[in-house]
């Protein structure tokens, strides 16, 4: 019987890592059979990315509020085992896994522009966070998203063209009304913006999305400095209750 110490000798010599879910020791950060195993399956509302169980494109919330952005756009569910990364990667200063979600996303996207009505965006913008946010958190995670995502899309992303300017509380298990009210005003197009965005299309991106507040604020802030078209790209989108997107 192989020792313990003989197989921990013999992983220092193979090249790769342990998956982060399931800890198999192979060349990814997650690995192909996480990756298939966890993938999400059904197909989303168009507006808010919420899962449909019916056929229809977009779910009856949106269809009575249409949201500030025309699209959006969800490559993982926000559930085990994607929930986890996501909080250490949010939350836990666990940036190296930056890699393998953006690497999600992009498949995802690359999947969605084969549907015969998605428009590529000229834009790539991240969700910013406040400065007193980002000094305590280390980076922004939209933006260490947006970076890897957008070249990988040949899309530019640009981190400097929006910024938030009131610092929020956090929004963790507030109900959308009040997720509203938090963070009216809490977005301004910088001058670089206003001169870059004009009649442009563009995409936001975050990490997740809950009630599509945050995205929803900054798409109308979008709106009002000329944008002509807004996605909203999420990482992962939650379990929508009655309160809409």
Known sequence: MTSLRTLVAARRWMPGTACQVCTAWQRDTLCRACRLRFRPTGHRCRCCAASLTGLDAVCGVCTLRPPAFDRALAALDYAYPWDGLVTRFKFGGACELAVPLAQRMAEALRLA?????FVWPEVLLPVPLSDQRQRERGYNQAWELARRVGPALGVPAQARWVERVIDTPHQIGLPRAERLHNLS???????AGRAGLAGRSVAILDDVMTTGATLQELAATLRRAGVWRVQAWVLARTVRDDAGP
Request: aromatic share 8%; glycine share 8%; net charge negative.
């Open 113 to 117: 522009a084969a549907q015969p009505d």
């Open 185 to 191: 005003g809490a977005f301004a197009v910088t001058s």
